[in-house]
């Protein structure tokens, strides 16, 4: 099995890291669009992105991304209405979709407030709907934003849960034993289809993480994250000097 090696930028700071991961994203848009005409992307939840998002929505960085032709989906979403304070869409929006005005046919969010089962099977469908009217011969993003949990989750693919053992939906409801709820989330089939995927990770608190995924390497897939190897893609890590405390490297 060809094995995924990931290229991995240390920034010594929040700013800096926010700062290199948004000359990427901006790339990453930027050459689909010229290549497809389009820019499929799918946003992280949690806190880590929020200011990444704020930072988007920046004149610097707004006005050189080609918002319309850009989609946005969600990576995972907390089974909860879309204004409700947990909501990874309500984040998204309040850092940053609500500074693009975008029209709602190009903003695909997870419906957290619907059954689980059944908001999973329409994400799929919309995921599919999306590709086939972009003319898309294979379904897929062109970029995957991705957080990191301290338990090596990423999206709502946490340790231990049915989804890992997904290998055909897009999409998956997934119970998490630890919240006693399910989450929303993209599967490993639907994320190993990206493109391009950016793991952007910052702070002490996930320093040990990082140093067992970097460690472990190779006698991997101990971790979720470690199993976003997308098959005709590129992984980013993009870690401030905090997290990767423990690991060999240099500041940006
Ligand atoms: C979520 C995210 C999740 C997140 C990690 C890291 O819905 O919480 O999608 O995968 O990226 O839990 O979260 P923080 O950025 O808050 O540390």
Not at 111 to 133: F, K, L, S, T, W
Request: proline content about 5%; glycine content about 6%.
């Amino acid at each position: 099995m060809k094995i995924l090696i990931p290229e991995v930028a240390y920034y010594k700071d929040h700013t800096s890291l926010f700062r290199g991961a948004a000359e990427k994203f901006v790339k990453a848009a930027n050459d689909s669009v010229e290549m497809q005409g389009y820019f499929f992307v799918a946003l992280a939840g949690g806190n880590t992105p929020r200011d990444f998002y704020r930072l988007l929505a920046k004149p610097e960085w707004r006005e050189r991304m080609p918002w319309e032709k850009t989609h946005i989906f969600f990576g995972d979403e907390r089974c909860v209405p879309p204004d409700h304070s947990d909501s990874n869409y309500r984040m998204a929006r309040e850092a940053l979709l609500d500074d693009l005005a975008l029209p709602d046919e190009q903003i695909h969010r997870m419906a957290g407030e619907q059954e689980p089962h059944a908001a999973a099977v329409a994400y799929e469908r919309e995921i599919r709907r999306v590709c086939v009217e972009a003319g898309m011969k294979r379904v897929g993003l062109d970029l995957a934003l991705l957080g990191l949990g301290t338990d090596g989750h990423t999206a709502s693919l946490f340790p231990g849960t049915a989804a890992l053992q997904e290998k055909i939906k897009l999409a998956a409801a997934n119970y998490v034993e630890k919240f006693n709820s399910y989450r929303l989330t993209m599967t490993l089939p639907m994320l190993n289809r990206a493109f391009d995927v950016i793991f952007l990770v910052a702070g002490e608190s996930k320093a040990d993480v990082v140093y067992e995924i970097f460690k472990a390497h190779n006698r991997r897939f101990q971790y979720p994250a470690e199993l976003v190897q997308p098959k005709s893609g590129n992984v980013y890590w993009l870690l401030d000097d905090a997290t990767a405390s423990k690991l060999q490297g240099r500041s940006m």
